[in-house]
């Protein structure tokens, strides 16, 4: 067969209109390339390399410090004073404080019965315990079985009550502060919170509460989170990786060090003095929980973190609920930072250290800075690089460094170190909404006060291979699965790449030049 060459499958005009707009496109890059994009680009690197040195300094230091903490540090229970709660056969089980456990919830059809059923199993003289459930449900029939769930376990002679609001004003922060006024909580000395996938142990409030009870100066002990389904899809391993880290790690050298860390929302025991004397639950951001937190620490309250207190939860296993999870967690402590950084540096309760740690470390870096150098850095400016010769990055800013930090960030989930490729994938992805919903709380845009509860699987999760899949609409399939702004980050990394493979100076020469790296 004769050889046809390419030229020949396509029309000649159409030949010389692609060469045409191919010349014209090259020719403009050219003619802004010098002027605009090199300058613009050495800038946003300049700006980019101290962010990345603050995020590393204050990763190595947790490193350095965690580690100190478990060679040389005493367990809390030597640490604080602890003993055991024992009834008295005299007074009866009087000498336990009268503790109320709150479960919010909206909605949850899926787990309710697992939490309700959790709580009530706890091993605390029922005389001593509250449980309050409090039902933001806007579907009738989920409230209905909620409540029907709630009279059974009252007919076994729990002290259970549910509770119901006219509106969801304040979301969880609005139910949390409507169920303190309630008059049979006057008597409470002690809230343990946990939301509506957490299942505790029944030994929880007997090892936390001896803390609060001997130690008047601890407001808030604070449990880690056990997940159930981290082993369902790499989506959920990716998660647990993060949030391993924040427990093992960050919640930890907090705790250990400076007695302040940011209350997870659950899973963790108040002291209701606490709460009162730093003003009670706000709903001014959408994460009110931390807001409580700092307000109590600046008051001078201390909090406990036991790692070994473990409650089971679920973590999100589809994207769209995740992406939602993480933008109220990343918009609202920037919100939150916004609204609190000059109350704290006007503070004289509490020291310099520990403001200098709440504002640089706890919420400019964790909150502010990691996910601005992640997406900018690592997602932009590398990328952008590559089509630059004439800008030049440093090796150390470009490799070892973030070698160094993906592998501090990995100890907390040793048994997934072999995933570290895809975290880092998933980690960039994520920089992208974790930025843009960091900007919207900073500037306190739009969505800056939006709040999406996190959708929750529980039995339905366990259950998955027994039922039949239900068939779902067609018009889901683009929002759920087909995300453009993904594959349009993707496209541009993709085209960078190969852009790099075909013409970049590190793949004709083989190494970098010196001790510069020019990608």
Not at 64 to 80: A, G, N
Not at 253 to 278: C, K, L, P
Not at 388 to 409: D, K, M, Q, R, S
Request: charged share 25%.
């Amino acid at each position: 067969m004769a050889e046809v060459s390419t030229n020949a499958l396509l029309p000649e005009t159409f030949q010389g209109t692609a060469a045409d707009i191919a010349g014209q496109i090259g020719l403009m890059w050219e003619l802004i390339k010098a002027p605009l994009i090199v300058p613009l680009l050495r800038v946003a690197i300049y700006i980019c390399l101290p962010m990345e040195l603050m995020l590393f300094i204050e990763r190595l230091y947790m490193g350095i410090v965690i580690i100190l903490v478990k060679l040389f540090l005493k367990k809390p229970d030597k640490r604080y004073k602890w003993e055991p709660m024992r009834e008295d056969l005299e007074i009866g089980n009087s000498g336990f404080p009268m503790v109320l456990v709150q479960i919010p919830m909206f909605n949850e059809k899926e787990v309710y019965k697992v939490s309700i059923g959790a709580a009530c199993n706890l091993s605390w003289p029922s005389d001593r315990l509250v449980i309050q459930v409090l039902d933001d449900s806007t579907d009738p029939l989920i409230k209905d079985l909620v409540e029907k769930e709630c009279l059974r376990w009252a007919g076994k002679g729990i002290d259970i009550r549910y509770q119901i609001r006219e509106s969801r004003g304040g979301y969880k922060a609005g139910a949390l502060k409507e169920g303190l006024k309630r008059d049979y909580v006057k008597d409470c000395e002690y809230v343990v919170i946990f939301d509506a996938d957490f299942r505790p142990e029944p030994d929880f409030l007997r090892r936390a509460i001896p803390f609060l009870v001997h130690n008047s100066e601890i407001a808030l002990v604070q449990g880690r989170w056990r997940f159930v389904n981290s082993n369902e899809c790499l989506l959920t391993r990716m998660q647990e990786m993060s949030l391993d880290y924040h427990f093992t790690v960050e919640q930890e050298v907090g705790s250990s060090t400076h007695a302040f860390f940011g209350f997870n929302g659950t899973g963790g025991v108040w002291r209701i003095a606490a709460i009162n004397e730093a003003g009670g639950w706000k709903d001014r951001t959408t994460v009110e929980d931390m807001d409580l937190a700092v307000r109590a620490s600046l008051k001078g309250w201390k909090f406990l973190y036991l790692g070994d207190l473990q409650v089971k939860s679920e973590l999100p296993s589809t994207f769209k609920a995740f992406r939602f999870q993480q933008h109220r967690w990343s918009c609202g402590p920037a919100n939150l930072f916004r609204k609190m950084v000059m109350e704290i540096v006007r503070n004289k309760r509490v020291n310099i250290w520990k403001k200098f740690y709440v504002i640089y470390s706890f919420f400019f870096v964790r909150k502010i800075i990691a996910h601005m150098v992640t997406f900018f850095f690592f997602c932009v400016v590398l990328p952008l690089s590559l089509l630059v010769p004439e800008v030049e990055i440093p090796v150390w800013a470009a490799i070892y460094i973030p070698c160094i930090i993906t592998i501090l960030n990995s100890v907390g989930t040793p048994r997934s170190i072999h995933l570290l490729f895809y975290w880092i994938l998933f980690e960039n992805v994520m920089a992208f909404h974790r930025t843009k919903a960091t900007f919207i709380g900073l500037l306190k845009a739009k969505r800056a006060n939006e709040w999406v509860v996190t959708e929750k699987l529980g039995d339905a999760l366990k259950n998955k291979d027994k039922t039949k899949p239900t068939k779902k609409p067609r018009g889901s399939l683009f929002g759920d699965r087909i995300l453009p702004q993904e594959l349009g980050f993707a496209a541009f990394l993709f085209f960078c790449g190969c852009y790099d493979v075909l013409y970049g100076k590190m793949f004709s020469t083989g190494y970098p030049r010196g001790h510069k790296l020019r990608i």
